[in-house]
């Protein structure tokens, strides 16, 4: 990896990986797998709690955003982009669990060298996502907590609290309206207020 993309933003990186004229596209490439890999992987893992889906669904995020990328317009953020390319994953898994394709294509280029795939790029390796994403939490708990959500408070309160977006970003990303996110999000709290409520006067 370029030092130079480690001092780069989001977008200046992404901008730099679609350009058909660019240098150093794998590199920048690279780095944005870096930075937000582990993040969408802590992401699905919460929605599913279960590590082959989360690396499954992570996987097709990446090559969705390889596929796309020359919808990105600069004057959405990329961290917004990216989770909207989730959400879509999520989405498109929901309504085909049953009959789900058990991988993706990991022979997607990511620049200009023929030999860059995404597969070079995607780690399998490392901590497993449960180890990171509950931290010193009780993975059991959380599980309990998250499961009486409905799927739509689960993803927004996961966009809004764990993946610390903006109420803004959240309904650009789920494409509802600002009112809305804020009234999943402050259920969703409630409810879990309630559960834990519930486990203390056991």
């Not at 989360?54 to 004057?75: C, G, I, K, N, W």
């Not at 650009?172 to 309206?177: T, V």
């Not at 600002?178 to 834990?196: C, D, F, N, P």
Request: proline share 3%; net charge neutral.
């Amino acid at each position: 990896m370029s030092p130079l993309c480690s001092d780069r933003s989001d977008q200046e990186l992404f901008l730099a990986y679609k350009s058909p004229t660019g240098t150093g596209a794998v590199a920048a490439f690279e780095e944005l797998l870096n930075r937000y890999q582990q993040k969408v992987l802590n992401f699905f893992y919460r929605l599913t709690f279960n590590k082959e889906v989360a690396e499954d669904l992570t996987q097709d995020t990446f090559t969705r955003l390889v596929q796309s990328a020359r919808e990105y317009q600069p004057r959405a953020a990329f961290k917004t982009f990216l989770f909207s390319l989730a959400r879509n994953a999520w989405s498109d898994y929901r309504r085909c669990e049953e009959n789900r394709r058990k991988s993706v294509s990991l022979e997607t280029k990511v620049g200009d060298d023929a030999d860059a795939e995404l597969k070079d790029f995607i780690k399998s390796d490392g901590p497993a996502p449960q180890e990171i994403v509950v931290q010193r939490e009780n993975i059991g708990l959380l599980k309990k907590y998250l499961d009486n959500l409905s799927p739509e408070q689960r993803i927004t309160l996961e966009l809004c609290v764990f993946q610390e977006l903006s109420y803004e970003e959240a309904g650009m990303i789920l494409e509802i309206p600002l009112g809305t996110v804020k009234t999943r999000v402050s259920a969703a709290i409630m409810q879990i207020k309630k559960k834990m409520e519930i486990q203390i006067n056991k």
